[in-house]
């Protein structure tokens, strides 16, 4: 059997014949996706990366052609020769985009047949993620893999593309890096020439592109694989990869400004959709107040109200105990939506604020025939009612729901959270909507129970507003960051900060943090000691790619836009990684596996 | 002190400003490479990535700016404010791009001092590699080094743009990958979720590119990072960055035509050099009989003769012995320098050549004055020494080297080693002479004394070609593979092949190499598997990007053009990594250093 694809390579892509290529003799290669036995008419549809055409064969014509094509079963891969000629009128398919042709097959030749898939190469069918993973190689065969594929590369041409044209290099930073044990848990990597030791992958390049900063690269890029060994949430990958930057002599507004343009033109080359800039900023605080998240999502309204001044002093002491001890109670109304909530849904809504540590949810329902109804209403006097509703804006129709915490944080995050929840239960967002912020003014620190000092919220370089240079000592909760995070319909795409280039700040950094200038040393030494030896002003960002091309495609999980990702338990399907390994691979490294429990 | 660049940001860089800058106010942002006091004006020489600009100041007009001026030290981080003004003709420095012009300066603002610097800044210095490396960002400010940046940032850009335009996808393929025990040492990165496992760090994406052919990804590319735990060579580092690219549907010429637009692309877009395509094409076995190399450097002549017919039945032993046992006679005439090679530099030849396992080095020499000495003629009839200098083309003023050797390989591999190495003393390469060429025609196999069978030279999805399958199993060592190396200056810049795509071949190739259907679904399963359901043909190759860009730049270390390398012993002196890692992150691990000494 001739399996070399040797004169009969293609010529046309088979996803992109059209009426205009009537009459042209074409040869497009690909894979079977189903053949159909018209009686003496065989129509075979070939697939290839950028589509399905339709191929046929007439027995009567060349029963040769035909008897092979009737042999040929779905995911044969086929060169298939032929003459593209308009269908009948009847015929056009105008679901396929190139259901107005066809393609008269004059030779054909198998160069390799397909067992049985084990499910169905179709966007069509519903199938199990174990299986897909486990035979991706087939998933990826699917329109919609390919799609993404593409999306993502598009979308990392795009990016290397605009920074060049600014005037950024893109430099490589290693992946064997020194283990530092800041933040989450390194992967470590044994060293067989060094035994005992070991490297560890970079959680990001953080370190290196500000030492790129100080050796006068002026603007780093680069597009780079990360990795942390975290307990797996749904969304995140052991690796993942990072649009990584980095810029010299700068402020927060350039960083800025250069990102948007970034972003500008993204959406556009990927989704035709115009950004309007410079995109809208939101302070931290406000972001909180009144959207209770730093990823606030735009795309609807239910803001969060403040009633903490009407509710003082009633005598609902759910409400003014709260305030009392220093608290708050909030508010969202949740317009025109009275009607679907009965008691039972409130019920449950109880269950999903106290998951976000709320103590409980007080309402109050305004139906359609003006009668109202309430958790709280009746430890209320009227005025102070009139007064709640009148700050909710609320009419009939309407359902208002309240948190009261003795914490703010805790009160806004709660009904945040909730606001969410509910749009995207009533369907009041638009997922053709993209409505990008900038967040800014982040805290500096916040406090670390567990640790019993104030932490980093960024990390320890980054530079603390000016204006709040002067209660770094006094009153650290105060302190604001020049840090920035770029939110897209309440998911975050990406964050950097300006750094700290002065070894004083630095050093006042450090104390504020705890560290004892042993601590400083034994952590982030040569990083002390390049800033010792003339470090510009500098800042950047990184975004994390799978998300923004999982955005921008639409989608729910990143993993349709990683071509081989991980599972939760970080193991992956296809190839059964990781796996043992042989005892003359641990001997080199002087290694043993301790006390497994199987 | 204001430290701020607020106010200060940079309008021009410092390497662009011209004559035709005259009069313009600009900011400029740098390092101060040195300063000069000429009695009440004082010179200052700011660097940023694209060059140095004289700045000045005359005491005399604004001495608050002198003083500050004057207290500037090397390395101190500027931004300056002036006006780009011509010199005077006598101050025009001819050796500096911006070298007409100067700065006068009307502000300046330190935002950040420097220590005195562990070495000067600077190309003109030697500095030892060990304190280059450990104070890499220090070195990287170095001109030389900021261009090899610059380069390695343009050839990706432009390989990257290239295959964009060509139809291919770049796809990321994972960094934690099951390891396979064959060619070389896996890093291991060991699995807290499932301990006594082990991930390892791809040595090259070659499974996962074959899987997304079977993916119908059709044509894919990556720059991506590879790991290697080998013995250091010179020329080695333990991470490594390759450009990936594998093609579907295409036989070898396709892959050769497609890489020789890219290279063409990148010799002229970075050195401004026209290569003609196609290239010329060298099989294998013309690479070894004439240049005794698979990567021949065409940049000189001294090709290898075979004497072996002249020699086979002269009384030299050495050389009639060599060719009774099956091997061979073969020279090199290193023409015109007879009169560098004393009987002291042959001796230390000899050495050079037994390194290669050659048994010795004959030799013959023709004086200028029309004398003859030889190691071997006197035991050689005159016809056949007649004979050999006719066959070497021999003139007066020339030097052959001889060697003879029962085994053909060795004796053209020694020669191979002579020739190169006597060109480099000789001084007969130019520089700036690029000679690329395809070397094809590999062999399938080589026999491995170590295991006693035949194994894969390149590995075992290569395809052998269509005129060999015949004696796959009767003739392995005649069997040649659709296997192709690209060579610059006998440097082997990428190296590729045309992969089995037929489960029945793939099956005789595995028996081939002795393996049973058991070994090769253990090392092999997933891809074995993958192939049942549709394996197009395909194809591929892999740069060495390190390397590309080394001899690019002209270099002779990839450590040049690696931002941030490791040393021989695969240690990162600027951080100390390798390095101990805390017992709590080895008990998560389920980890037990062993035996470790000190």
Known sequence: MNTSIHGMKRTAWCGELRAADDGREVIVNGWCDRTRDNGGVLFLLLRDRTGIVQCTFDKSVNADLFDIAFGVRTEYVLAIKGKVVRRDERAVNKKMPTGEIEIVVTDIRVLSKSETTPFEISDDKEVNDQLRLKYRYLDLRRPSMQNNLALRHRVTQIARNYFDEQGFLEIETPMLQKSTPEGARDYLVPSRVHPGKFYALPQSPQQYKQLLMLSGVDRYMQITRCFRDEDLRADRQPEFTQIDLEMSFVEQDDVIAVNEGFLQRVFKEVLDVDIQLPLPRMKWKDAMDKYGSDKPDLRFGYEIQDISDIAKDCSFKVFSGAVEAGGTVRLININGAADKFPRKEIDKL???????????????????????????????????????????????????????????????????????????????????????????????????????????????????????????????????????????????????????????????????????????????????????YGAPPHGGLAYGLDRLCMLLAGLDSIRDVIAFPKVQNASELMTACPSEVDQKQLDELHLAVTEVEK
Chains 1, 2 share one sequence.
């Open 350 to 532: 109880q269950d999903f604020v106290k998951t976000y540590r709320a103590k409980g949810l007080a309402w109050m329902k305004l139906a359609g025939d003006g009668k109202m109804t309430s958790s709280f209403a009746k430890f209320l006097s009227e005025d102070e009612v009139e007064a709640i509703k009148q700050r909710a804006g609320a009419k009939d129709g309407d359902i208002l729901f309240v948190v009261a915490d003795s914490d703010w944080q805790t009160a806004v995050t709660a009904l945040g959270a909730l606001r969410c929840e509910l749009a995207k239960r009533l369907g009041v967002i638009d997922p053709h909507d993209y409505k990008l912020l900038w967040v800014v003014e982040f805290p500096q620190f916040e406090y670390s129970e567990e640790e019993n000092r104030y932490v980093a919220m960024h990390h320890p370089f980054t530079a603390p507003m000016d204006e709040d240079l002067d209660i770094l000592e006094s009153d650290p909760a105060k302190v604001r960051a020049k840090a920035y995070d770029i939110i897209l319909n309440g998911c975050e795409l990406g964050g950097g900060s300006i750094r700290i280039h002065s070894t004083e700040t630095q050093a006042r950094m450090f104390r504020a943090l705890g560290f004892t200038d042993e601590d400083a040393e034994a952590r982030f030494g040569h990083l002390l000691t390049a800033f010792k």
